[in-house]
């Protein structure tokens, strides 16, 4: 017989719900693994006999919820209701068959009215499964006026299979070694020995790996057998040390105990799975949202190892997605817990299966670090190191074994770096020859005395300058800390030896401004200072490059204008580049090559983004370092104050109030607007029309009768630079910007600033924002305007309000979104590749890691003597590996 969609799916439900109750016959089976939409795959002989078999259940079906009349009529001739056709003989599916799968869904315990008898599980005795077996056959008794039995009670229904209520004492664990001695799923995994070529073995060589897992690990980032092992466990759960069901207190964090699953249920219109966990004498309701695969993980009489924090619901002990395993899992003294991703269904359990399976079947792996050093360092071999993390014996072995992964990925890292710093330094360099005629009269000229750190870092650059290798040097200061000041002692350094210096800036603001200052303090001394951007030249852009060819400008300031190949130098010595981090390593290469005679430049880097030293040696660790970590006499701090809410029309808010108060003294202000994303970046658009909004109720409401500004990056240049000029000789009391004040602008007039949104800003760029204010004899005032309710979020409010030293904000930074970011391509060039590696954590192990790379390239410089050190440093150093190949 034919059967329509709508027939097949109401027939395949009521199979479905048979199967629950552990009725199933082979027509159920079959039609149970079919699509329904798919008519083809519904022969009309499977048709016919699935409804034979499902009304010969009729009583029973309403119990069930399948409404008998809305089934398909049987065909004249076809066997009655209470027959079955040949072949068609009632059985009880067990639990590892497909229909026990769907009974979790459709089911809840303690059972009611219309009872449902739970499959027998293939995990109990034989004994206890033909008990259960027994119970079904008794208890759904299908015949001619027959209906289910009335519900037995949770008790009544474990006893009858033999199964205890009470939690079976646990036997003692096994060791990790023994763990590891079983057999694996398959032979020893085939590779040539190396970490790294492991990232050529696929995931679904691995035991329960199969299809469907795969694809969930794969879009989870696991792919292969080297992203699985270094996927290092979030925690450990110690089965040595359970609670015991009846001293569960509320309240109590990270309780460790064991308890059967006595019930379930599965809501997919609100997404949720729960379960009742317990001895039936001491219940506890775990819930998980949006975690629907979790009610296919467990049957009822499972005994489970379960760890997380007891909550109260309605009086009852009550968890929310804790961690649930089968005890018959979790065998090894610490049960691994490995970061999950619920987006792709990537479990615990999945990831440590597959990682014990591997490990099983790693019988060795190549070490690259010589023993004297393991033993120095007290610490294991690499293969000792992945066995301990993910089958640990104790904390204490797994604690050694993730150290030995943070130090492998910490020394390959430095190595990549020391042999950057080394293939640089044989570049053919400059070697200055500073004489003083410039340098010491500036200095002496200056209306204040440097300070100390500015002075260490000019004698630094000196020491570098003179020497025949070029100078790779990163200065770092602090907001306010003078780096101007070092930047044009060493332009002068070069130009008093007959070199020219180019100092190069990421914004076209911050490129006029150290222009007209450089202009205004070396003009005197007989330097000739030119600038070169996109448009709006002092002097034609053709004489500027022509008097730059024949040597008759000593020191260029532009954008990356000057990287483009009509600009020719006669005899460049020295490269400046203000806020490193916004140019590449690309952007920088050029400049390299822009020397004279084919040498390559000195390089000067700065940046007014402190770095923690943690992570400065890793982001910045194939340059030299010289650190601004003191202020010029005369800087006051700068007041920070944080407010949820400052509304534009309301001119008694504490920020306009203070501005207002400011102009009336003859003072200045800035109102950054917010920061606007699209799409995961900045949107200049969004933040220019979100400042022309803010400008124009300001005008109207709070500020109104003030002289008010706008300066955004969609302005046309010389729309901008004209608000700028404005601004900054006093024509306007408020500039209304975007970010594009962040750096480069200094009008010692200003001494308030409004960041509207600000909890939208990270702490780098509202202290770069925060800077622009207190430049003069005045105190300065910062207003953080924006409500948040993460806890991050405040924690940087609160940072920025409590201190203005840079340093101290960059390791609170770090410490807040962590070293990601740090390490990354946008300010390193590469990616740093921890993995496993924490830079605020591992600051220990990231100084011995440098300590010993230093000495291993001390005695061989290109790594000819240690190979597989060698393969694992060019993975690490990407398209910069040819450095390596260099003598």
Not at 803 to 823: K, M, N, W
Request: one cysteine or more; proline letters at 6%.
């Amino acid at each position: 017989m034919q059967l329509s969609l709508a027939q097949r799916a109401r027939l395949r439900d009521a199979a479905d719900r048979l199967a629950s109750v552990g009725v199933c016959t082979p027509a159920m089976d079959s039609a149970r693994k079919r699509n329904v939409r798919d008519e083809s795959s519904w022969p009309p002989r499977l048709s016919l006999q699935l409804l034979v078999d499902v009304r010969a259940h009729a009583d029973a079906l309403p119990a069930l919820g399948v409404i008998v009349e809305s089934l398909p009529d049987l065909p004249a001739g076809a066997p009655g209701a209470g027959e079955s056709a040949p072949g068609g003989g009632v059985r009880h599916s067990g639990r590892d068959e497909e229909s026990a799968e769907q009974s979790v869904q459709d089911s809840d315990w303690p059972w009611g009215s219309g009872t449902r008898v739970a499959a027998p599980s293939s995990r109990e005795p034989k004994a206890q499964q033909a008990v259960v077996s027994s119970l079904v056959a008794s208890t759904v008794s299908w015949g001619s006026g027959t209906r289910v039995a009335a519900a037995p009670t949770v008790a009544e229904s474990f006893a009858a299979v033999g199964v205890e209520l009470a939690i079976p004492h646990i036997e003692d664990n096994r060791s990790a070694a023994a763990v590891l001695a079983e057999k694996g799923s398959g032979e020893p995994l085939l590779f040539d020995g190396l970490l790294d070529s492991l990232r050529g073995v696929p995931v679904d060589d691995l035991d329960g790996v199969g299809e469907t897992t795969n694809e969930k690990m794969v879009a989870g980032g696991v792919s292969s057998v080297f992203d699985l092992l270094m996927r290092v466990p979030l925690r450990y759960v110690d089965r040595t040390q359970l609670a015991p069901l009846e001293t569960l207190v509320a309240g109590t964090k990270q309780v460790t105990f064991v308890a059967r699953v006595l019930g379930m249920k599965t809501d997919w219109e609100k997404r949720y799975v729960r379960f009742t966990l317990g001895d039936h004498r001491t219940n506890i309701s775990a819930m998980f949202f949006h975690a629907m695969w979790m009610g296919q993980r467990f049957h009822r009489g499972d005994l489970l190892i379960v760890q997380g924090d007891l909550g109260e619901f309605n009086g009852a002990l009550s968890m929310t997605s804790p961690l649930l395993e089968l005890m018959s899992d979790s065998t090894a003294p610490l049960l691994a817990i490995y970061p999950q991703s619920q987006k792709h269904s990537v479990d615990t359990w999945m990831l440590r299966r597959a990682a014990v399976d591997a490990l099983r079947r790693i019988p060795a792996l190549d070490d690259p670090i010589p023993a004297p050093l393991l033993v120095r360092r007290k610490l294991p071999t690499r293969l000792a190191a992945l066995r301990s993390v993910h089958v640990p014996e104790s904390k204490a072995d797994a604690d050694l074994g993730r150290n030995r992964l943070a130090y492998d990925e910490l020394l390959r890292l430095q190595l990549a770096l020391g042999v950057l710093r080394n293939a640089q330094a044989a570049e053919p360099g400059v070697t200055h020859t500073p004489t003083g005629k410039l340098v010491d009269p500036w200095l002496a000229g200056l209306p204040y005395t440097p300070t100390g750190a500015q002075s260490r870092a000019i004698g630094q650059i000196r020491k570098d300058m003179v020497a025949a290798r070029p100078m790779n040097r990163l200065l770092q200061g602090d907001v306010g800390a003078g780096k101007t000041l070092v930047l044009a002692a060493t332009a002068l350094m070069a130009i008093e030896g007959g070199y020219q210096a180019v100092l190069m800036a990421p914004t076209e603001i911050l490129a006029r401004q150290h222009f007209e200052e450089m202009a205004e303090v070396l003009r005197p001394l007989g330097v000739t200072v030119d600038l070169l951007v996109s448009r709006g030249l002092p002097r034609p852009r053709k004489n500027v490059l022509a008097d730059l060819a024949g040597g008759h400008v000593n020191l260029l300031v532009g954008t990356h204008s000057v990287l483009s190949d009509p600009v020719v130098f006669a005899n460049l010595g020295v490269a400046l580049i203000d806020e490193q981090h916004r140019f590449g390593v690309d952007q920088r290469a050029v400049l390299a090559t822009k020397g004279p005679g084919g040498s390559t430049p000195d390089i000067l880097q700065a940046t007014a983004t402190p770095i923690p030293r943690t992570a400065a040696i890793t982001t910045y660790g194939d340059v030299e370092l010289s650190i601004l970590d003191e202020k010029p006499p005369g800087r006051t701090p700068t007041v920070t104050t944080w407010l949820e809410s400052a509304t534009t029309d309301d001119p008694n808010s504490p920020v306009w109030k203070s501005i207002r108060s400011e102009i009336s003294q003859g003072r200045q202000a800035f109102v950054v607007c917010p920061l606007v994303k699209v799409s995961g970046q900045d949107s200049e658009t969004k933040m220019a029309a979100a400042a022309e909004d803010t400008c124009v109720a300001l005008e109207a409401g709070a500020l109104a009768g003030l002289r008010i500004g706008l300066a955004t990056g969609k302005q046309k240049p010389d729309v901008r630079r004209e608000m700028m000029r404005a601004f900054k000789e006093h024509e306007l009391d408020v500039l209304v910007a975007t970010t594009v004040i962040e750096v480069g602008v200094s009008v010692p007039n200003a001494t308030v600033i409004a960041i509207l949104d600000a909890t939208k800003f990270g702490l780098a760029q509202l202290h770069q924002l925060r800077g622009r204010v207190g430049r003069g004899r005045w105190p300065g005032h910062c207003w953080l305007v924006g409500q948040t309710n993460s806890e991050d979020g405040v924690a940087r409010m609160d940072a920025m309000c409590e201190t203005d030293d840079g340093f101290v904000l960059a390791d609170r930074d770090l410490q807040i979104r962590g070293p990601g970011s740090l390490t990354g391509s946008a300010q390193a060039g590469r990616d740093a590749g921890l993995l496993v590696a924490d830079l605020i954590d591992d600051a220990r192990i990231h100084l011995a890691a440098r300590a010993d790379a230093h000495d291993i390239l001390a005695r061989d410089p290109h790594l000819h003597r240690s190979q597989l050190m060698k393969r694992e440093v060019e993975a690490a150093l990407g398209d910069d590996a040819h450095y390596l190949t260099k003598s």
